[in-house]
């Protein structure tokens, strides 16, 4: 069995409880205008370009195939539209310096295994685990269940995080070795929703109720984004849905730019940057709406 997956790190603190080993799954329904894992979205093989870590041997632009590299006195320039997953698998292995990289790779429940049992004192002192990521993990259901299964047989605690804008099916089969699930809900609007991720909420709020009815272990999170949800009354509303739901544990997550480089290096479009975080003192106040419990 193998998994596309973009990236592992080990010693996670923000994905689940303690310290945790994060698999990130490649591919993903929706278009988050936010996103700070672009690369994440593609279930393709994409490039990943690291202009700090480029030497500027120009090795790259002798292994290009079409034209997708070229050299300038600054170094290798990558003309994204002529780079596709064909081009980028052909390039995998030719940077001295691991400065390209390919993002997506096919690899087996027992290689993904073999990096977290590393980490097993870690999971065991810290009450720590595994969780899976993305993207979104459960386009990949059966990849997700053997890997948490796996963890399982072992011993390791498991998370999902997830949008939920998956098939209920999907969702069902990893229920029975799933220890937490940290569920987005990001606008209780549709439309607002649709206009930035690229799909309406509808089945992401019919799948949390149903993972609820389930007796799941659910831990909402929220990303605060200015000007999709960063208003206490939106905020509200999501907390009354939640609280009629009986899902009393959530968070907010606040914007942050940290992504806003990985744009850059994978040469998608990026409509945020000059988009300001929120001060601390604006995220108090509306935590204070998110979590405050109405029924
Ligand atoms: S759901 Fe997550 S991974 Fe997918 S596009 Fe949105 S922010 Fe990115
Ligand atoms: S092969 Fe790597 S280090 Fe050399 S120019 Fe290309 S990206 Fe830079």
């Given at each position: 069995?193998?998994?596309?997956v973009?990236?592992?790190?080990?010693?996670?603190?923000h994905?689940?409880?303690?310290?945790?080993?994060?698999?990130?799954?490649?591919?993903?329904?929706?278009?988050?205008?936010?996103?700070?894992?672009?690369e994440?979205?593609?279930?393709?093989p994409?490039?990943?370009?690291?202009?700090?870590?480029?030497?500027?041997?120009?090795?790259c632009?002798?292994?290009?195939?079409?034209?997708?590299?070229?050299?300038?006195?600054?170094?290798?320039?990558?003309?994204?539209?002529?780079c596709?997953?064909?081009?980028?698998?052909?390039?995998?292995?030719?940077?001295?310096?691991?400065?390209?990289?390919?993002?997506?790779?096919?690899?087996?429940?027992?290689?993904?295994?073999?990096?977290?049992?590393?980490?097993?004192?870690?999971y065991?002192?810290?009450?720590?685990?595994?969780?899976?990521?993305?993207?979104?993990?459960?386009?990949?259901?059966?990849?997700?269940?053997?890997?948490?299964?796996?963890?399982?047989?072992?011993?390791?605690?498991?998370?999902v995080?997830?949008?939920g804008?998956?098939?209920?099916?999907?969702?069902?089969?990893?229920?029975?070795?799933?220890?937490?699930?940290?569920?987005?809900?990001?606008?209780?609007?549709?439309?607002?929703?649709?206009?930035?991720?690229?799909?309406?909420?509808?089945?992401?709020?019919?799948?949390?109720?149903?993972?609820?009815?389930?007796?799941?272990?659910?831990?909402?999170?929220?990303?605060?984004?200015?000007?999709?949800?960063?208003?206490?009354?939106t905020?509200?509303?999501?907390?009354?849905?939640?609280?009629?739901?009986?899902?009393?544990?959530?968070?907010?997550?606040?914007?942050?730019q940290?992504?806003?480089?990985?744009?850059?290096?994978?040469?998608?479009?990026?409509?945020?940057?000059?988009?300001?975080q929120?001060?601390?003192?604006?995220?108090?106040?509306?935590?204070?709406?998110?979590l405050?419990?109405?029924?």
């Open positions: 069995m193998r998994g596309n973009f990236d592992i790190q080990r010693y996670s603190i994905d689940g409880d303690g310290i945790r080993t994060v698999i990130f799954l490649k591919g993903c329904p929706l278009r988050c205008r936010w996103c700070s894992n672009p994440s979205q593609s279930s393709k994409q490039l990943f370009y690291s202009q700090s870590r480029c030497i500027r041997c120009l090795s632009v002798s292994a290009s195939t079409n034209g997708e590299i070229t050299a300038s006195d600054q170094g290798p320039v990558i003309h994204w539209q002529k596709g997953s064909e081009e980028a698998i052909k390039l995998a292995g030719v940077c001295p310096a691991d400065a390209l990289m390919i993002k997506g790779q096919k690899i087996t429940v027992e290689e993904v295994m073999q990096v977290i049992r590393r980490d097993r004192m870690f065991e002192r810290s009450g720590g685990g595994v969780t899976l990521s993305g993207g979104e993990p459960l386009l990949q259901p059966e990849f997700a269940k053997h890997l948490l299964q796996a963890c399982r047989e072992e011993g390791i605690p498991t998370a995080e997830t949008t804008y998956v098939p209920w099916e999907n969702i069902a089969r990893i229920l029975p070795c799933t220890d937490l699930f940290l569920y987005d809900f990001k606008s209780p609007d549709s439309e607002i929703h649709r206009s930035w991720t690229g799909v309406d909420n509808k089945r992401i709020l019919q799948n949390l109720k149903q993972l609820q009815t389930a007796g799941a272990n659910i831990h909402v999170r929220t990303p605060v984004i200015p000007g999709m949800n960063d208003k206490p009354e905020l509200r509303k999501m907390a009354v849905i939640l609280d009629q739901l009986g899902i009393t544990a959530r968070s907010l997550l606040p914007f942050h940290y992504g806003s480089g990985k744009y850059r290096s994978c040469g998608i479009p990026y409509s945020m940057e000059d988009v300001q929120l001060s601390e003192e604006r995220m108090m106040e509306l935590n204070q709406v998110f405050a419990q109405k029924v």
